[in-house]
């Protein structure tokens, strides 16, 4: 996880590279939302070789917006496997999840409205643009803060 923060590409369009102190902060967080909900970003390994290549998965989102707190949908992986739809394979796989076993009625995702390459795995994986806001966290990160946010209901 260390070496896909560092990634400037990866990170494009987060306000910067986290720090290891920051990227180990978010891996307990991930452990303790598993250990609370039975959820996190879970780790995805390449199942031909076991490479670890990212995370896919949902998180509690508790910043403040009028649709938060909500479950949130999300991806990070590794450039070289950009394009060859681990990300999309890999939410569908959330979504069934989310809604079969775990029994979570709405999902959300999202993005700055300038990172298309994610705005368009929501869009294949069936969620639906409800609004563009002002995301809180980045207001201070002009080409950031338009946010979109995407839903899929049950």
């Not at 609370?36 to 995805?44: E, H, I, L, Q, S």
């Not at 910043?63 to 990300?87: H, L, M, N, S, V």
């Not at 390459?117 to 069936?126: A, D, E, R």
Request: glycine share 6%.
């Amino acid at each position: 996880m260390l070496a896909i923060n560092a990634d400037p590409k990866v990170m494009e369009f987060f306000p910067g590279i986290p720090t290891v102190d920051q990227t180990i902060t978010f891996i307990h967080k991930m452990q303790k939302q598993f250990e609370k909900n039975g959820f996190c970003y879970f780790a995805v390994d390449k199942l031909d070789d076991g490479e670890f290549i990212g995370f896919i998965g949902l998180a509690e989102q508790t910043f403040e917006a009028e649709f938060t707190p909500c479950i949130d949908i999300g991806w990070r992986i590794k450039q070289q496997y950009w394009g060859k739809g681990y990300a999309t394979e890999g939410a569908k796989k959330c979504i069934d999840f989310a809604f079969n076993d775990l029994k979570i009625k709405t999902i959300k995702s999202i993005a700055p409205e300038i990172n298309l390459k994610s705005v368009l795995v929501m869009q294949k994986i069936g969620m639906r643009k409800v609004s563009t806001f002002n995301h809180p966290l980045l207001k201070n990160h002009e080409h950031l803060k338009t946010c979109v946010l995407y839903e899929l209901k049950k």
